[in-house]
C-alpha cells in the first residue's frame, strides 16, 4: 500500500526576531516581531530561521538525543519527532497521560500517566522500566540513569537493565541530575541528597543541565533559582511568564527554558541563567527547547511545532 505524505505546517519562512508573536498570515504561520516583554535583554539571542513545521498541537515538548529527536505531548497523547524536520514517528495514549520528557543527549525518555512514570525508548516510546510510581522521577542526560522517589527514599536505577544502583532516604518535591550529580528539592533547598529543607518558597520543579554541573528551580512565589553541584544558589530572579509552568535548561546550562502548558495567555520563553534576562520569547507558544547541539530551537503551541534555525552556525 502506498503510504501518504505525512502532513507540513504551511509557514511564512522568514527570520524570526528573539522577541515574537505566532500569527496567521497570507503565506502560512508566521512569527513577526512581538513587543518586548518586561525585562528584556539589551542583548537578545539572534534571528533565527523559521525553517520546518508539523501540524501537531503540543503542550509539551523537548529536544533529546542530541538534537536528533523530538518528544512532546498534549493530555491524553505522546508523540515522537525526528528533528529538526519535525516528521512525526510514533503517539503512545496510555490512560491520563500529562507528561513526555527526554534525555538531552540520548534516545531514552519518561511518561507520566494514571499508572504513574515509566521510563521509554525514543523514537517507539516502548517501555524500559515501568511501574516507577507517582515520582518524582529523572534522567540522567545520558539516559543509563534514572532516578525514581517513593516511600521516603530515592533510588537510583540503570538503564536499560533495571538494577538499582543507590539509594538515598529523602522525600524530594523535585530531582534532576546536574551534569552527573543528582540533586533533590527540599522545602526551599535544593542540593545533594541528604539537605535538610530550609524557610522560604517551596520548590516545585528541578531541571538540570546536561553537560554543566547546575540547575535550575521553580517555586511556588513564580521565582526561578539557579545551583551549583553542591547546593549552592546562584542566582534567582521571577519568572517573566506565570501559569502552569513547564521547566528545563540548555544542555550548557546558560538558559533557562519557561513555558505555559496550559491556560491562557501562553507563552514561552528562554531566561539567561545568570540574571534572569530575557533573550527570546514567543506570545502565543506553550513550548520552547533548545537544540543539545546549539543550532537553533523548537517551538510548540496549540497550532503545531517549528524548527527555528540558527543561520549562523554549521548545519
Request: glycine share 12%; charged share 20%.
Amino acid at each position: 500500500m502506498r503510504r501518504a505524505a505525512p502532513p507540513s505546517l504551511r509557514l511564512d519562512v522568514k527570520e524570526v526576531p528573539a522577541f515574537s508573536r505566532v500569527a496567521g498570515t497570507p503565506r502560512g504561520l508566521g512569527f513577526p516581531p512581538g513587543e518586548p516583554p518586561a525585562n528584556a535583554s539589551t542583548d537578545p539571542g539572534p534571528s533565527l530561521l523559521l525553517a520546518h513545521g508539523a501540524p501537531t498541537a503540543v503542550s509539551e515538548l523537548t529536544m533529546v538525543a542530541g538534537g536528533e529527536l523530538a518528544v512532546a505531548s498534549v493530555p491524553g497523547v505522546a508523540y515522537t519527532f525526528r528533528a529538526p524536520v519535525l516528521e512525526r514517528f510514533h503517539d503512545r495514549r496510555p490512560p491520563g497521560l500529562s507528561r513526555a520528557l527526554g534525555a538531552a543527549m540520548s534516545n531514552v525518555g519518561l511518561l507520566l500517566a494514571d499508572d504513574g512514570w515509566r521510563a521509554v525508548v525514543l523514537p517507539s516510546l516502548g517501555d524500559l522500566a515501568a511501574d516507577l510510581g507517582d515520582g518524582p522521577v529523572a534522567l540522567r542526560a545520558d539516559g543509563r540513569l534514572l532516578a525514581a522517589a517513593a516511600d521516603g527514599a530515592v533510588a537510583e536505577i540503570a538503564l536499560p537493565a533495571g538494577e538499582q544502583q543507590a539509594t538515598h532516604a529523602a522525600s524530594p518535591a523535585a530531582l534532576c541530575y546536574a551534569g552527573e550529580t543528582l540533586l533533590v528539592a527540599v522545602g526551599a533547598a535544593v542540593g545533594p541528597p541528604g539537605i535538610d529543607p530550609v524557610e522560604g518558597s517551596p520548590a516545585l520543579d528541578l531541571a538540570g543541565a546536561a553537560s554543566a554541573p547546575r540547575a535550575a528551580s521553580r517555586h511556588a512565589d513564580g521565582s526561578v533559582s539557579i545551583w551549583d553541584e553542591a547546593g549552592e544558589r546562584i542566582a534567582s530572579w521571577t519568572a517573566p511568564i506565570a501559569g502552569s509552568l513547564s521547566l528545563a535548561m540548555s544542555a550548557d546550562g546558560e538558559h533557562v527554558a519557561l513555558g505555559t502548558t496550559h491556560g491562557d495567555p501562553a507563552a514561552a520563553a528562554l531566561v539567561r541563567a545568570d540574571d534572569g534576562a530575557l533573550v527570546r520569547y514567543v506570545d502565543g507558544a506553550r513550548a520552547i527547547s533548545p537544540s543539545p547541539a546549539g543550532d537553533g530551537v523548537v517551538v510548540g503551541g496549540d497550532w503545531g511545532a517549528v524548527w527555528l534555525r540558527d543561520t549562523g552556525r554549521k548545519q
